[in-house]
Nanobody, 117 residues
Framework: QLQLVESGGGLVQPGGSLTLSCAAS????????IGWFRQAPGKEREGVAC????????NYADSVKGRFTIFRDNAKNAVYLQMNSLKPEDTAVYYC??????????WGQGTQVTVSS
């Protein structure tokens, strides 16, 4: 079975940090661009960050720019999202997406991030 599994979510105080991981099983991420998305209660899903298959290009939503960092470790077949200076508005379910253009598109099950005092 081809799967993406997110982990690392949890409860954190405002200003705190959290690192999410996205691990692939059944396929290699080497040829896939990766994106992190999130969906908060009552809101539409939004893109947070993405990274090219080579790791040479990244892009971030304005709301997280300067606070979040996406990076990948192909040796571990995983992608990570380092989240710093977390705010209550970052609270959401975070999803990992792996896309190989014209070939495949996989989503993880999501991991909950709650930022609260």
């Amino acid at each position: 079975q081809l799967q993406l599994v997110e982990s690392g979510g949890g409860l954190v105080q405002p200003g705190g940090s959290l690192t999410l991981s996205c691990a692939a099983s059944g396929f290699t991420l080497d040829y896939y661009g990766i994106g992190w998305f999130r969906q908060a209660p009552g809101k539409e899903r939004e893109g947070v960050a993405c990274i090219s298959s080579s790791g040479g290009s990244t892009n971030y939503a304005d709301s997280v720019k300067g606070r979040f960092t996406i990076f990948r470790d192909n040796a571990k077949n995983a992608v990570y999202l380092q989240m710093n200076s977390l705010k209550p508005e970052d609270t959401a379910v975070y999803y990992c997406n792996a896309r190989r253009r014209f070939y495949a598109d996989y989503w993880g099950q999501g991991t909950q991030v709650t930022v609260s005092s």
